[in-house]
């Protein structure tokens, strides 16, 4: 079941506490390659990574469909102690973050699996809700 676009993910999923955050709009033909672009954005930014304490967790999304990302972000580089389908995470990931996380994240190697921690996650929401961040 090939995707084509590991992007998807930030789009299509489960609107549990773990997924990404929903899209409030439809999807539409000649806008969705921005609109994949702003809900991958949103993703990173709320939880496809978390980095604390010199450790990088990943979303469980990663290691479910890691193979979808694959195709396009990688694996680039052989990062010691990293598998193919943790690579391509990082790489998706920086490749929508901010400049600090991508920063961040381009000078850490260690990565483990995020689990869907739902205790964990709504934590980082209320953050989020509490600064005034909203979903796209």
């Known amino acids: 079941r090939p995707l084509g676009d590991a992007r998807i993910h930030a789009a ?4 549990s506490v773990g997924c990404p955050p929903l899209w409030r709009s439809a999807f539409t033909a000649e806008g969705l390659n921005s609109q994949l672009d702003r809900v991958s ?7 496809a990574v978390v980095v604390k ?3 990088v967790k990943l979303n469980q999304i990663f290691d479910w469909y890691g193979d979808d990302f694959i ?3 990688g694996p680039k580089a052989d ?3 990293v598998d193919g389908k943790q690579e391509a ?3 998706f990931i920086i490749a929508y973050a901010n400049d ?4 961040t994240l381009a000078e850490d190697v260690g990565l483990d699996q995020l689990t869907n921690d739902a205790e964990v996650l709504e934590a980082r929401h209320r953050e989020q809700r509490a600064l005034g961040e909203r979903w796209p």
């Open 12 to 15: 299509v999923n489960c609107a």
């Open 41 to 47: 954005r949103a993703w990173v930014a709320s939880n």
């Open 53 to 55: 304490d010199g450790e």
């Open 71 to 73: 195709a396009k972000y």
């Open 79 to 81: 990062l010691p102690g």
């Open 89 to 91: 995470a990082l790489n």
């Open 100 to 103: 600090e996380l991508a920063a």
